[in-house]
């Protein structure tokens, strides 16, 4: 299941350009930030003024630093969110230059970063006042690599999401069952807060990804280097999610509705991260994401009636992680590099339960699924 960061209005195609330099507006002198939280926007204008007002009402304000990185919106973004920060100490515009995906353009907000924490946050989000304090304590009292903060849904106090503690035979996060307490995770978390030296030391984000999957991707690399993802539940953040594939609703999600092409990045970027990270008895993963591709392609067809659907949705998946091949190649080498714990290690978060139960959850509250 992808967890869709869709609000930050990133456009599903990738339109490169050349990076400039950094437009800094904040005190370079001054000392170096606890936090960097960088936002990953692109024509997310509607959303920007409550995000920076909920950074900016941080207990722990004074000791973080916010990048607001631009992937060339044509909207108001700029002008808004250069209003939102205008007399802040520690904020900076960053125009990435191009479209490099939600991945792309976080990797260039965390290379003018400075603090000892990345936060990698979206538009369409705002923070609850305490969440990034309640993230530093449980970084610091735990020593982890990453923390997971718990989402809620934008309007209200309903939970979105709130941890996976493992994987099923898929590959696909589960979800922690009702009345279970884990103190550690299988996932970065929706939007990863995570200590800088290990982010850089992994590599980044991989920006073949373009958009979904990332926080996924991350948590595997942490966790096989050596590292761990501790838990913050009183860390909360507030996510409308979708807003550019599913946008009937405003703050609150009315339908199920997906795109063919988040579907094609979801699908293939899932299986990317299991190329890359499954050493040997953890292949059987892909492989069985693989068949669940062709079911998929075939309940979209049934349901469509379109062929071009199923195309995107499931061949197209597998022809580009085929098309990527040498990619995958020279990622499973990198991660030999800080490679700690094998496949045996990892099998301790395999879970029967299926992840998908999620979407069968969200189809009975919203109805039959619509893709465009």
């Known amino acids: 299941m992808e967890k869709s960061r869709s609000g930050s209005g990133l456009n599903l195609e990738d339109q490169s350009g050349t990076l400039p330099a950094a437009d800094y507006t904040m005190n370079l002198h001054s000392p170096d930030p606890v936090v960097s939280v960088v936002i990953l926007n692109w024509n997310a204008a509607r959303w920007i003024p409550r995000c920076l007002e909920s ?15 631009d992937n060339m919106s044509g909207d108001d973004s700029e002008m808004i969110a250069r209003a939102g920060m205008a007399g802040w100490p520690n904020g900076s515009f960053i125009p990435t230059g191009g479209n490099y995906g939600f991945g792309g353009g976080s990797n260039r907000g965390a290379a003018a970063a400075r603090g000892k924490y990345l936060f990698f946050l979206s538009p369409d989000v705002w923070l609850e006042k305490t969440c990034v304090e309640e993230l530093v304590a449980v970084g610091e009292q735990s020593g982890a690599a990453a923390v997971a903060a718990k989402v809620l849904n934008y309007a209200d106090d309903t939970v979105q999401w709130w941890l996976d503690d493992g994987f099923d035979i898929f590959g696909m996060g589960v979800g922690v069952p009702a009345g279970r307490s884990p103190t550690t995770s299988s996932c970065a978390g929706t939007f990863p807060f995570v200590r800088a030296e290990v982010f850089r030391m992994l590599g980044g984000f991989d920006e073949k990804f373009f958009m979904y ?43 199920f509705r997906t795109s063919g092409r988040k579907r094609f990045y979801a699908n293939r970027n899932h299986l990317l991260n299991l190329l890359k990270y499954s050493e040997h008895v953890l292949l059987l993963l892909p492989a069985a994401f693989a068949s669940l591709l062709i079911v998929e392609g075939i309940f979209w067809l049934v349901w469509t009636r379109r062929w071009s659907v199923a195309q995107t949705t499931s061949l197209e998946p597998l022809r580009d992680c085929w098309r990527l091949r040498g990619h995958v190649r020279a990622q499973r080498q990198r991660v030999k590099t800080f490679r700690r714990r094998s496949d045996w290690w990892m099998l301790r978060f395999f879970r029967w339960r299926l992840g998908c139960w999620r979407e069968f959850k969200k189809l009975l509250k919203l109805g039959p699924p619509k893709i465009s």
């Open 55 to 69: 950074l900016r009402e941080q207990t722990l304000f004074e000791k973080i630093e916010v990048i607001f990185a």
């Open 213 to 255: 999957g990332e926080e996924g991707d991350l948590a595997w690399g942490i966790l096989i280097s050596g590292g761990n993802i501790a838990l913050a539940p009183n860390a909360r953040i507030h996510h409308r999610g979708e807003a550019a594939v599913n946008p009937q609703g405003g703050e609150q999600i009315t339908e």
